[in-house]
């Protein structure tokens, strides 16, 4: 097991690594210092660093993992050239797959291949929303749309996904088997059990 500790560790850092950065939007957009948040950086930042104190350890070891993974790239038979080409591709693509990124023209962004003309949106807009009332009788807003972040979630809890949300802000907003769902699952989720329709309004200037 000494053997492949080093490998595993390597691995595990850079699984940990790449989740933390696939999730930097959803984190630290929504930064609220929330129990949640706070338990997925910690599990992240503590088993980064044991898989870095595992990876030093064996830096100092006879056998280092870098240069087994030197020999074994000088053993493949290649020619030297056609490994610095592979190497570099497979670099690249460990890179993109870490950040968890789309960049054009490296890949292709289907959405923004036809540019539509654009009209200016006015700095107030005003939409119907759903809202309930807390204990003290406060009209609360539910905003659909952030309830699929586990970062920013406040009422529903984790099978809702970002189709779910989506669909019942926008395409199914209107329809009634959409209000009877989305009410027995705040009823589920936190007590809710009634849901009234009201205006919302946003400036987008503040």
Request: no cysteine; proline share 7%.
């Amino acid at each position: 097991m000494k053997r492949w500790s080093a490998p595993v560790a390597l691995v595990v850092l850079w699984l940990l690594l790449a989740d933390l950065l696939q999730g930097r939007e959803q984190l630290f957009r929504y930064w609220a210092a929330t129990p949640k948040q706070l338990v997925f950086l910690g599990v992240h930042v503590l088993g980064m660093l044991g898989a870095m104190a595992v990876l030093v350890r064996d830096l100092r070891g006879p056998r280092p993992l870098h240069r087994r993974i030197a020999g074994a790239v000088r053993s493949i038979p290649m020619p030297r050239t056609a490994k610095w080409v592979v190497g570099t591709i497979f670099l690249g693509e460990l890179l993109v797959i870490t950040v968890g990124g789309t960049y054009y023209p490296f890949a292709d962004v289907g959405m923004f291949r036809y540019a539509r003309p654009a009209s200016p949106l006015p700095p107030e807009l005003v939409r119907p929303i759903y809202y309930y009332k807390d204990d003290d009788g406060t009209p609360v807003p539910v905003h659909l749309r952030k309830q699929h972040i586990w970062a920013s979630a406040d009422l529903l809890g984790w099978g809702f996904n970002n189709e779910y949300t989506f669909s019942a802000t926008y395409h199914y907003k209107g329809l009634q088997a959409n209000y009877t769902y989305l009410v027995q699952a705040l009823r589920k989720a936190r007590g809710i059990d009634t849901l009234w329709l009201g205006l919302y309004g946003v400036d987008f200037r503040t």
